[in-house]
Nanobody, 121 residues
Framework: QVRLVESGGGSVQAGSSLKLSCVAPRLIFSTFVGHVMSWYRQAPGKERELVAMINSGGTATYSDSVKGRFTISRNNSRKSIYLQMNDLKSEDTAVYYC????????????WGQGTQVTVSS
């Protein structure tokens, strides 16, 4: 299990921007790049869903609901990933979780504690 620490959540108006950060403070560089990093979110009463994913080379994928508005990035030397969220909508309101998944088998998942994002219209 990897310790992940998220930050950057908050309460904003629709149309605003927020940037989330996630750091793996106890990983060394060579171990961090062995993980696919992702952001998930979970709204009240709903299942946790994948928002965006990025591999060690920087290739990113997004859910259709955030494509064009959110940008995931990673800084391997800082053992961190980020989620820049623009043009936020009320439906983006959720707890956002950072996830680290190992590339090697058996694959293991680690989760951060979550950070709340609330968007009011």
């Amino acid at each position: 299990q990897v310790r992940l620490v998220e930050s950057g959540g908050g309460s904003v108006q629709a149309g605003s921007s927020l940037k989330l950060s996630c750091v793996a403070p106890r990983l060394i560089f060579s171990t961090f790049v062995g993980h696919v990093m992702s952001w998930y979110r979970q709204a009240p009463g709903k299942e946790r869903e994948l928002v965006a994913m990025i591999n060690s080379g920087g290739t990113a994928t997004y859910s259709d609901s955030v494509k064009g508005r959110f940008t995931i990035s990673r800084n391997n030397s800082r053992k961190s990933i980020y989620l820049q969220m623009n043009d936020l909508k009320s439906e983006d309101t959720a707890v956002y979780y950072c996830n680290a998944r190992t590339l090697s088998s058996p694959q293991t998942d680690s989760w951060g504690q979550g950070t709340q994002v609330t968007v009011s219209s």
